[in-house]
């Protein structure tokens, strides 16, 4: 009777710790997609242009891309249960701080430190499972994290245009307070304190350098259009690129990199990290465009927009996790590369939207065939990532896939206003399609199915 009693004990502290990292991560997923849906409200109080709404968005982007490696690395060195926790303080109190500004400029510097805690949640979640589940539990659990991690992106919609139906638009930040009370009672008493065995330094100078680089390039795709290309806008692209290059350079130098390059080698971790970029820069601008546009040119309200896109959370709901246990039985490559060719294919339908189209012909079936493939290809993306390293590099590794995912959209984002706010929607879906579309032909050509390659030996033995 003890050893059940506490059999049932340490299943129960898992599935909290497990709980905890999913409502810490979703809390940063929902607030990179849901503030889209504000958009529209916060530029008729504030009169804000289209360059200023791709900075509210954008700002928390650039600091939780540019800062995520080194949360990852910070979680490997000082502690993953440590700096998840001051992770969540601080993103509770710039929750605050977003849902107080007084205007757009205090918003979006309030935007910035937001994100900056957020660097801090992501990775840990990840190197916090990987840690904390022994080996035959953790595949189950990072998917059961994927699935409902990304459920929250595509939930956000509906659950912003439900508050911003009903309240003001500060709510989508107030709402983050009791999320992260909840998270941190859950995280304190049930999340072991791990680190990695062989401690680094913290590699500031690389985080330094990696910041530049973004917010060189993403001043420079936004404000670009805006100032029809200055001097000042494209010596900040040309310095972005410097500084990108410097960061390289400094890291395959140092002797404790923050991004450890060896880590490449694998090519199931480049392959995984390039369709990475393709496949969530797609995300990122299809969602960040289709909502503005089904309130600007369709006339949805927040809430019907957001209504418009719960397909897609449905169908993660159900499938994800049975598309894990799939891929681990048969290999990912199947998942990961069927995923982003039906993602790319609704997106396209997406492309001949127009005003007065009807929800169910014009809206739906492109909806329905994005769902589809984001179901597919969650799950397996995100093991194949964290299986193609060693457990001690967990925190850096999940760093660098969140890294690259934030900074896709980042990018796709800031590119949107190329063509001008009156063909940026046309511009998106096309982007966001073929970006889609790559991804699917990298995870062809690059996948090794080492999870069916190892149960085909198994069998064979």
């Known amino acids: 009777m003890a050893v059940r009693t506490k059999v049932n004990s340490g299943a129960r502290k898992r599935l909290f710790a497990l709980l905890a990292t999913v409502i810490g991560s979703s809390v940063v997923i929902l607030d990179g997609s849901i503030v889209n849906l504000a958009l529209p409200k916060i530029a008729a109080e504030w009169h804000a242009s289209y360059a200023d709404l791709q900075w509210i968005t954008d700002a928390y982007l650039l600091s939780l891309s540019a800062l995520i490696l080194l949360g990852g690395s910070l979680g490997d060195i000082l502690g993953r249960k440590k700096v998840y926790l001051v992770g969540l303080i601080g993103f509770g109190v710039t929750s605050m701080l977003c849902a107080i500004a007084p205007n757009i400029t205090m918003l979006i510097l309030a935007r910035i430190f937001q994100g900056v805690f957020g660097a801090l949640l992501v990775p840990g979640a990840l190197a916090i499972i990987n840690t904390n589940f022994v080996s035959s539990a953790r595949s189950q659990a990072i998917g059961r994290w994927t699935a409902w991690s990304s459920i929250a992106v595509v ?21 983050n307070i009791p999320l992260i009370i909840a998270c941190f009672l859950l995280a304190l008493s049930s999340i072991s304190e791990t680190k990695d065995d062989n401690p680094r330094r913290i590699d500031v100078l690389g985080a330094l350098l990696v910041s530049l680089a973004l917010a060189g390039i993403t001043y420079g795709l936004i404000e670009g259009p805006a100032q029809q290309w200055s001097s000042l806008t494209i010596a900040s692209l040309v310095l972005g690129v410097i500084a990108s290059m410097c960061f390289l350079l400094y890291e395959s130098r140092s002797r404790d990199p923050m991004v450890e390059l060896a880590l490449f080698k694998s090519k199931n971790f480049v392959g995984a990290n390039l369709m990475t970029f393709m496949m969530y820069g797609a995300l990122g601008g299809f969602i960040f465009a289709l909502v503005i546009y089904l309130q600007t040119h369709m006339h949805y309200s927040p809430f019907a927009a957001g209504l418009s896109l719960r397909p897609i959370s449905g169908l993660l709901m159900l499938f994800a996790g049975k598309v894990g246990r799939l891929s681990a039985q048969y290999g990912p490559r199947l998942f990961m590369t069927a995923g982003p060719l039906f993602a790319a294919a609704g997106i396209a339908l997406l492309f001949f939207l127009r005003p007065g ?5 014009g809206v739906l079936p492109g909806v329905l065939l994005f769902g589809v493939g984001m179901a597919l290809l969650v799950s397996p993306l995100t093991t194949t990532v964290m299986a193609s390293v060693s457990k001690d590099d967990s925190g850096i590794d999940s760093g660098i896939n969140n890294a690259i995912s934030r900074v896709a959209s980042l990018i796709v984002v800031a590119l949107l206003g190329l063509l001008g706010a009156t063909h940026a929607y046309e511009f998106a879906m096309a982007l966001c399609a073929v970006l889609a579309a790559t991804a699917g032909v990298i995870s062809y050509v690059m996948i090794e199915n080492v999870y069916g390659q190892k149960r085909n030996r198994k069998l064979s033995d």
Do not use: N
Not at 357 to 361: F, G, N, Q
């Open 155 to 175: 939930l956000a919609p509906f659950l912003g245009g439900w508050i911003l139906g009903v309240t003001s638009w500060r709510w989508i930040f107030f709402i």
């Open 357 to 361: 189209d009807s929800y169910i012909a």
